[in-house]
């Protein structure tokens, strides 16, 4: 009789836990698809520059300014504010400086939140062992577009390497006042990866030097 107790004590155990199981990894898969909670923060704009260098807290951007020829001295241009008068290859009719216009560059240090995410715009290749293009599986093309809602597919910081030119999604703490905010407030919410500059600026380099087209 107690044998047979126990059994019945074991079966129920096991059937429980295992019951469990599925809810559990139903419950993961459903926070990475929901995504990062950005209720927290306010979106002030983008930027499109080339990336200096980055690691896993921050990234440096070099972004090219058009300005009016006209002026003394080189004035560095705010990050929030300026929509659209930044160089964006990517972008023809953002492409080149308007008549009576220049370029300059300059460096900016972004740090990552947590939830920061890295994406690419277009959808990366995949070779086998051979190097040889093959094609995606539906389940693999449905896990590089998670989370839901955002932009592109998955990417990563090791992605961020020198001359990657990247559109920057900032973002800032709602507890921070717009008419307070500073540049050093200012967050990565997305950096989409656009395409690479075959000449990569070199980290260290001067920001303002005028790059060859």
């Known amino acids: 009789m107690f044998p047979r107790i126990v059994r019945i004590v074991f079966t129920v155990a096991l059937g429980y836990a295992l ?31 080339e990336v200096v260098k980055a690691d896993d807290k921050k990234l440096t951007l070099r972004v090219t300014w058009f ?12 990050l929030s504010g300026h929509a659209g008068n930044f160089r964006n290859p990517f972008s023809p009719h953002m492409s080149r400086p308007r008549p009576g216009a220049k370029e300059e560059h ?47 597919y998955a990417a990563s910081t090791a992605d961020l390497t020198p001359g990657t030119i990247v559109e920057v999604v ?23 990866i656009l395409g690479k500059d075959p000449n990569p600026p070199k980290d260290g380099g001067k920001p303002d030097e005028k790059k060859k087209d």
């Open 19 to 49: 019951s469990l199981l599925p809810r559990s990894a139903a419950d993961d898969k459903s926070k990475d698809a929901k995504g990062p909670d950005w209720s927290g923060y306010t979106t002030v704009g983008d930027v499109v520059g």
């Open 67 to 78: 300005v009016p020829q006209t002026g003394g001295g080189i004035h560095r241009p705010g």
């Open 106 to 152: 300059h460096d900016y240090e972004l740090a990552f939140v947590d939830g920061s995410l890295v994406r690419t715009k277009t959808l990366p290749t995949k070779t086998d062992e051979k190097g040889k293009r093959v094609d995606y599986t539906q389940k693999e093309l449905d896990a590089l577009r998670l989370p839901a809602g955002a932009p592109g």
């Open 170 to 192: 900032m973002i800032r703490d709602k507890s921070i006042p717009a008419d307070k905010a500073k540049e050093e407030d200012l967050r990565v919410k997305h950096a989409i």
